[in-house]
Structure formats: C-alpha cells, structure tokens
C-alpha cells in the first residue's frame, strides 16, 4: 500500500531462477499442483535465508553492483 502514496523502498533485490518447460509436468494436474507447491515452499525457504543473511544464496560477492535505473512514466 505504501506503493500508493509513492513511499518506495530504497532497495530491491531479484532472485531469479529460469525452468525449463520441458521439466514441468504440463500433462498431469495433481503433478502440477505438487510441483508448484513445492517451488512455492523453496521460494518461501529461500527469503527466510535471505532475510537472515541480508542476501541470497552464493554470498554476497554474486549480487550484481549494475544499479537500476527509476523510471516515472
């Protein structure tokens, strides 16, 4: 809600992992389900880890130093 009232936080920090779409079971429902409520709590594991350590997995010499650019349209 802060978003709203234009109170943006200083930083933003991405983790992002890529999936194969031939590793994910398209055909099948239940393996679907299970499958996303198992990235759902590696997700959930991984900012737990994250806010303990103030970085993600691979130390903090991996996090990228490119800054991001705010763009107001």
Same mark, same amino acid.
């Given at each position: 809600? /802060?978003a709203v009232?234009? !109170?943006?936080?200083? +930083?933003?920090? @991405? &983790?992002?992992? !890529? #999936? $194969?779409? =031939?590793?994910?079971?398209? $055909? =099948?429902? /239940?393996?679907? !389900?299970?499958?996303?409520? +198992?990235?759902?709590? *590696?997700? *959930?594991? &991984?900012?737990? %880890? @994250?806010? /303990?350590k103030? #970085?993600? =997995?691979?130390?903090? *010499? $991996? %996090?990228?130093? +490119?800054?991001? +650019?705010?763009?107001?349209c």
């Amino acid at each position: 809600m /802060d978003a709203v009232y234009g !109170k943006f936080p200083s +930083q933003a920090h @991405f &983790h992002i992992k !890529k #999936y $194969s779409t =031939d590793s994910l079971p398209v $055909s =099948d429902t /239940d393996a679907m !389900k299970a499958w996303l409520n +198992q990235i759902w709590a *590696e997700k *959930e594991a &991984h900012l737990n %880890r @994250f806010y /303990d350590k103030g #970085y993600f =997995d691979g130390g903090k *010499e $991996s %996090r990228s130093k +490119q800054p991001i +650019q705010t763009v107001i349209c």
